[in-house]
Nanobody
Framework: QLQLKESGGGLVQPGGSLRLSCAAS????????IGWFRQAPGKEREGVSC????????YYANSVRGRFTISRDNAKNTVYLQMNSLKPEDTAVYYC???????????????????WGQGTQVTVSS
């Protein structure tokens, strides 16, 4: 059974850092692109980042480029999102998602993805 489980969220002050993890099961992990999107209350889903299968090319939305880093460990079936220099506007529930058709970057935006987990809350506040 396909399952994605996010962890690592929490409360952090502006300028702080968090690392999110996404553990996947029920699929041949190495064959698929995995990404992160977020959703704040009252707002639409916003794709944040995506990492391709194979050569692990990373894609970032303009809003997080230079602050967030996505990586994957295929041996552990896990994708990570290192978030630095966090801002209050980064506050949202963060979800990892499978991109069945691969990563895309369109006009500085990453599509949210196709199948996702239950999410983890990130709150940036002083």
């Amino acid at each position: 059974q396909l399952q994605l489980k996010e962890s690592g969220g929490g409360l952090v002050q502006p300028g702080g850092s968090l690392r999110l993890s996404c553990a996947a099961s029920g699929l041949t992990f190495v064959d698929y692109a995995i990404g992160w999107f977020r959703q704040a209350p009252g707002k639409e889903r916003e794709g944040v980042s995506c990492i391709s299968s194979g050569d692990s090319v990373a894609y970032y939305a303009n809003s997080v480029r230079g602050r967030f880093t996505i990586s994957r460990d295929n041996a552990k079936n896990t994708v990570y999102l290192q978030m630095n220099s966090l801002k209050p506007e980064d506050t949202a529930v963060y979800y990892c998602a499978i991109h069945w058709r691969g990563c895309m970057l369109i006009d500085g935006m990453v599509p949210p993805g196709d199948t996702w987990g239950q999410g983890t809350q990130v709150t940036v506040s002083s």
